[in-house]
């Protein structure tokens, strides 16, 4: 044994068995994937978006990202619900995995999202006041190990509490960016603790939504930042 199987034994027996292995062992590395409903988008992303990942479901405006992100959610639905019939039937100890949508636009539709294939009945909608409460009521719901996929519409729509607390005549810079760094890194940190080895203790899917905005003062080059 070389020295270095010699440290990653003992860094597993550290922070826990399967913490490190060899790529061919990493079964949580096997990515199961939920189609978004158009056939195009499906080829391009290998069949959908990835379950117990983060992703960004970047475009333009009225591009039709909420659409496609209600179609993903509703194609979620229908797919936990079938795992959990068949865990059931199978004599295991399971639990039907939830779906929240983040409303930080104000602008969810129950009629369209039906329409596009969602059980609103069983869809959890919130609607924060503010960002940093949106992405701490996101944080809480990812850890809770019950949520199957998570939705927040949008991060443009994030209005952090001192902008919207202050005067129209007070200028913020960079306090969106901020925000969300500090949420990336606890929104990865709060996933990676979690078992991916354990249908029921896997991190949830993640699907964020943002709009291209034209940089201030750009003449030449790319004008577009998400």
């Known amino acids: 044994m070389s020295n270095l199987d010699n440290?990653?034994?003992a860094l597993n027996k550290k922070y826990g068995a399967g913490t490190i292995v060899r790529a061919k062992d990493a079964k949580a590395l096997e990515v199961e994937r939920i189609p978004t409903g158009s056939l195009t988008f499906d080829i391009?992303?290998?069949?959908?978006?990835p379950e117990n990942r983060i992703t960004l479901l970047t475009g333009g405006y009225s591009s039709a990202k909420t659409s496609i992100?209600?179609?993903?959610?509703?194609?979620?639905?229908r797919k936990?619900?079938?795992r959990y019939e068949h865990n059931v039937s199978q004599g295991l100890k399971t639990s039907l995995k939830k779906s929240i949508w983040i409303d930080a636009e104000g602008a969810f539709d129950e009629e369209w999202a039906r329409k596009l294939g969602v059980d609103t009945d069983e869809l959890i909608?919130?609607?924060p006041e503010y960002g940093e409460q949106a992405l701490d009521i996101a944080d809480v719901i990812v850890k809770s190990g019950e949520c199957g996929i998570l939705v927040l519409d949008?991060?443009?729509?994030?209005?952090?509490?001192g902008e919207a607390e202050e005067s129209m005549e007070?200028?913020?810079?960079g306090d969106l960016a901020k925000m969300m760094n500090k949420f990336f890194r606890k929104l990865t940190a709060g996933m990676n603790a979690m078992d991916l080895t354990n249908a029921d203790e896997k991190a949830p899917t993640v699907l964020?939504?943002?709009?291209?905005r034209e940089k201030i003062g750009v003449m030449y080059g790319n004008q577009l930042v998400a």
Request: charged share 15%.
């Open 80 to 82: 936990f619900k079938e």
């Open 69 to 77: 992100a209600l179609k993903i959610v509703g194609n979620a639905q």
């Open 7 to 9: 440290v990653l034994k």
């Open 154 to 161: 949008s991060i443009a729509g994030l209005v952090p509490k």
């Open 170 to 173: 007070k200028l913020f810079m």
């Open 208 to 212: 964020l939504i943002n709009q291209y």
């Open 125 to 127: 909608v919130v609607r």
């Open 44 to 49: 391009v992303t290998g069949g959908g978006i």
